[in-house]
């Protein structure tokens, strides 16, 4: 590796897309690389730069506001900051290998000093003495850290001042900008476990809000016919081995897309037909059959598709640099896809691994098979939890209708 000579920051730009094309990365990133690297060039334009020096990578990273309505955007903010990474990799070392950029700290924005320690010990505290899991720290931790940003923009500067009214009006802002009022209830045990921490804020518990109820409305799964033809369409289609794999299993097993994504090579037990699985929401252990579906599909992409890796993780990229999946969207994109092409359309319904999950379950109670071993097969943590699906068996449903009152003197009776 070796530092280049370029400067120029179009130069630099035009380097680093012309590596990317010669790496083999998919043409709709080269394209979305190429547009920020053109917000970037436009901002060096503003500023009267043409270098990729300290002062712009920070107004870059810094601009993350939704171009329509000033709101925070997490999507743009990640884009910025991957382009800079991009730009200063190539331009330190030379090289196009470029690594995942990990997942940084919440974008700094709280000045008051009380606030940005006791956010950090509310981290801290999430981490390493309650042992939260990963999604759930940093959802919690981004939540209350716009709440923290928002008492500071009302002109709180310490927990001390903060009044049940600040909450109130804060959510009220969520349901107005950012959240339904239905999903900030994911979010509220977060801000209720910060309150706990301190005396200073233990006061706000008292009239802390109550989440809103969920809607609860009939799970979409799918028609019979269409189960059929979907299973129909992964049997005689023309798939990659990977896609294949990865839309029965999804489809038979209802496995959950943060599972599918750590799954490695030895989960897979050939000997005893089984595939071992940790769960990543309950830190559970599940074992699931080998079927002769995903199984022979999964053989199929070991031996002669996949790339040559020194990664463990079962399923990889298709595009170099040959990376694990491990984004939800794209196990979403496979088979929103698939099921697009098997002729199989949303018409409203969701259409990533929840749908699969959703449909799995279905299609097991359909089958007679009992509610334990549904809730077994589907890795729940809380046995009741399958009790959701029983909306999706109209037969079942029907045989709990009670008769109606016969009406006298109706059009039928003589």
């Known amino acids: 590796m070796h530092k280049t000579r370029i400067k120029n920051l179009k130069e630099l730009t035009n380097a680093v897309l012309t590596e ?37 990578s920070q107004a870059f990273t810094d601009d993350s506001s939704h171009f329509r309505t000033g709101a925070y955007s997490e999507s743009r903010f990640k884009r910025h900051r991957r382009c800079i990474h991009i730009l200063r990799t190539y331009r330190d070392t030379g090289t196009s290998d470029w690594p995942s950029l990990p997942h940084g700290p919440v974008p700094t924005g709280l000045t008051a000093p009380q606030f940005i320690e006791v956010h950090a010990s509310f981290v801290h ?62 979010h509220l045990p977060g801000l209720k476990l910060f309150f706990s921490m301190s005396e200073s804020t233990r006061r706000l518990l008292a009239t802390f809000p109550k989440a809103p109820k969920r809607k609860r409305e009939i799970i979409p799964v799918l028609e019979e016919h269409e189960h059929e033809a979907f299973a129909e369409y992964l049997k005689t289609a023309n798939l990659s081995a990977r896609d294949r794999a990865i839309c029965w299993l999804t489809f038979e097993t209802g496995m959950r897309a943060v599972d599918i994504c ?50 463990m993780r079962l399923f990889l ?8 999946l491990s984004s939800h969207g794209a196990y979403r994109a496979i088979l929103l896809n698939t099921f697009r092409d098997a002729g199989i359309f949303k018409q409203g319904r969701i259409c990533g691994t929840r749908f699969t999950r959703h449909n799995a379950a ?27 699906y029983l909306a999706t068996d109209e037969n079942m449903m029907a045989q709990c209708c009670l008769p109606g009152p016969c009406v006298e003197g109706g059009a039928d009776s003589e």
């Open 262 to 311: 750590n799954l490695k090579i030895s989960d897979i037990d050939w000997a005893n037909d089984r595939v071992h699985v940790t769960q990543q929401k309950t830190s559970k252990p599940l074992e699931l059959p080998l079927r002769a579906t995903y199984g022979n599909a999964i053989a199929d992409y070991l031996l002669y598709e996949r790339p040559s890796s020194n990664s």
């Open 317 to 324: 990229s298709k595009q170099a640099p040959f990376r694990p």
């Open 20 to 56: 990317m094309g010669k790496a083999h990365y998919c043409d709709r990133y080269i394209k979305q690389v190429r547009s920020t690297c053109m917000l970037l060039e436009n901002m060096a334009d503003r500023m009267g730069k043409n270098t990729l020096d300290d002062k712009l």
């Open 125 to 186: 505290h999430m981490k390493e003495e309650i042992g939260l899991k990963k999604n759930t720290i940093d959802g919690y931790k981004r939540f209350v850290y716009h709440f923290l940003l928002y008492c500071e923009g009302n002109g709180c500067h310490t927990t001390g001042e903060i009044q049940s009214g600040d909450v109130l009006s804060f959510l009220g802002v969520l349901c107005r900008d950012r959240y339904q009022p239905t999903s900030i209830g994911a």
């Open 362 to 388: 279905s299609h097991m109670l359909k089958n007679g098979v009992p509610l334990y071993d549904i809730s077994a097969a589907l890795g729940h943590g809380d046995p009741n939890s399958v009790d959701t």
